[in-house]
């Protein structure tokens, strides 16, 4: 080879390596003015801003306006965009500028989430510094697939005797929990989140267009609970602007959901989607989006099936993680037929109903035991409480028609006076006060002591103490077989022969020490 071909073998090697350099350098500089592409406001409304000039704009994408203020691009016309404002926007005026970040909506997840309380946007509300998580998730995700999951197999305890018992929840469930204002629908919840302490279950509670005052309370009697310490709180109150309302579900959704993706168990609250509705509706007016039904936007229904939709537990190749929901909706004069109410029961896996009749009577909670309905959880449900509960919904459903029927003064035989005074102890069994869940076999204990006719003979006043002795009895006699209710094994018929003589002993000892004291008096 001459020099003069080695020459021109180094030449080309040269500028070879400088035109991969220039490439390089261009390919990045266009990446770059991507970054930088510009619009410009056009008109601004009620949280809600009218963009031109960003042809290349995806939907979902957050656009960066001046003094950090970012929205969510949600119309996508040809000649304007749409979008969300996703802060305090007084600042903001026509002419304005703005740019797309060429990044989705997303949300801060992971372990440092838990014990924070944080806006939907994951800015910290709790004056403890910046969120520290490392992984940031979109707000919305595709629900999974069917065939990646299982069914509903492992119950999820609330705490509350009536639920637990008659309306059984399983993890992966989707429970909608309605009723008029208040009724005790977030005192349901918060319960719930509260007895899930050394549980291995992770609560994310969504507040969604609540009171400063009321989500302040709520987190304060977390915190006193030691709750917050498995518990993510996502706050958007009745203050916040519009879009923060409407993303707040679908941002404490992904929270959940990475928790979940990790092989954990994992309940989310919504508190409550009747405002997401609202925060939607006023969205859609103000952006002038076409309505799907005559009277109300047909994608309500949307907004609400692809958020509860993600709600399931996964198969075991996908690490058996599981995600339950409890949508709150709030009804009008109780009117359970309404719009949204229809919606979200038509969507959900059944629905605990809160009367304000049973309230007002100081019937707490409120249930009202025959229009509500678990579809799935009986699936789920302790085999110990088809021995103790099996027979009683039906039973209590029978004895609230015949105690209505009796109001009127009707002469009843003596099988149907027993009847009625077995159901009002039921009903006082059944009874219970917030922050004051109780545990699996103390709930078996009381079930079958009423059940088996035990306390037909206790006045209606001193059911609660007799029930307070049973539960100690419980804990202190019957360990042995309260861990083996806990490991979900069956109560045999000499177990429960067992329990009911143990229990029979207690209210025996109970009425005898009564009849001392009277006559002491």
Known sequence: MTQTQEQTINLTAILDRAFSHVERVARDHRAELALEEMGTVSRVGDGVAIVRGLQHAQSEELLAFPEGLVGMAFNLDEEEIGTILLGNYEHLAAGASVRRTQRVTDVPVGEKMLGRVIDPTGKPLDGRGPVEARD???????????????????????????????????????????????????????????????????????????????????????????????????????????????????????????????????????????????????????????????????????????????????????????????????????????????NLISITDGQIYLSPTLFQRGVLPAIDIGRSVSRVGGKAQLPAYRAAAGDLRLSYSQFEELEAFARFGTRLDKETRRTIERGRRVREILKQNQYQPVPVPQQIAAMIAVSEGLLDEVPLDEIGKVERRIQQVMVERMGDMADRILRGEKLSEEDQAELVDVLSHVVDEYQHHQEAGDANA
């Open 136 to 342: 940031r998730r979109p707000i919305e995700r595709e629900a999974p697939n069917i065939m990646d999951r299982a069914p509903v197999a492992t119950p999820l305890q609330t705490g509350i005797k009536s639920i637990d018992a008659l309306l059984p929840i399983g993890r992966g469930q989707r429970e909608l929990i309605v009723g008029d204002r208040q009724t005790g629908k977030t005192a349901i919840a918060l319960d719930t989140i509260i007895n899930q302490h050394d549980k291995n279950v992770i609560c994310v509670y969504c507040a969604i267009g609540q009171e400063k005052a009321s989500v302040a309370r709520l987190i304060a009697d977390l915190r006193e609970y030691q709750a917050m310490d498995y518990c993510v709180v996502v706050v958007a109150t009745g203050e916040s602007v519009p879009g923060l309302q409407y993303i707040a579900p679908y941002a404490a959704t992904s929270i959940a959901e990475a928790f979940m993706d990790d092989g954990r168990d994992v309940l989310i609250i919504y508190d409550d989607l009747t405002k997401h509705a609202r925060a939607y509706r006023e969205l859609s007016l103000l952006l002038r989006r076409p309505p799907g039904r005559e009277a109300y936007p047909g994608d309500i229904f949307y907004i609400h099936s692809r958020l509860l939709e993600r709600s399931t537990h996964l198969r075991e190749s996908l690490g058996s993680g599981s995600l339950t929901a409890l949508p709150i909706v709030e009804t009008q004069a109780q009117n359970i037929s309404a719009y949204i109410p229809t």
